[in-house]
Nanobody
Framework: QVQLVESGGGLVQAGGSLRLSCAAS????????MAWFRQAPGKEREFVVV????????YYADSVKGRFTISRDNAKNTVYLQMNSLKPEDTAVYYC?????????????????????WGQGTQVTVSS
């Protein structure tokens, strides 16, 4: 029901900023929970942030809280990830994910198996 395409990745120096976008297709986008995950070379995919259907509730990984901001525009079928004060450890492929279910239990919303739909990813590289 949902197709996701990420964009906005690139190369940036430490301390810089990037804004990622996830464009979605599907008439039910506004009802979906949306999340960002990332996977660095040689590491497992990890949770970054999640946002509920209305955009009123979010949950961030400790590693990005205070630096990253998620938002969504349901009219444009798009979710964003504003990344500020980037660090070399933020280097990873960033994936957008979506799921039609409403999750409230933290172990579920932070687990990749909870999400039904995934984008192909966009590379973010932060140099020192």
């Amino acid at each position: 029901q949902v197709q996701l395409v990420e964009s906005g990745g690139g190369l940036v120096q430490a301390g810089g900023s990037l804004r990622l976008s996830c464009a979605a297709s599907g008439r039910t986008f506004s009802e979906y929970t949306m999340a960002w995950f990332r996977q660095a070379p040689g590491k497992e995919r990890e949770f970054v942030v999640v946002i509920n259907w209305s955009g009123g509730r979010t949950y961030y990984a400790d590693s990005v809280k205070g630096r990253f901001t998620i938002s969504r525009d349901n009219a444009k079928n798009t979710v964003y990830l504003q990344m500020n004060s980037l660090k070399p450890e933020d280097t990873a492929v960033y994936y957008c994910a979506a799921d039609p279910d409403v999750h409230t239990w933290v172990p579920l919303i932070t687990t990749e198996s909870s999400y039904m739909y995934w984008g192909q990813g966009t590379q973010v590289t932060v140099s020192s």
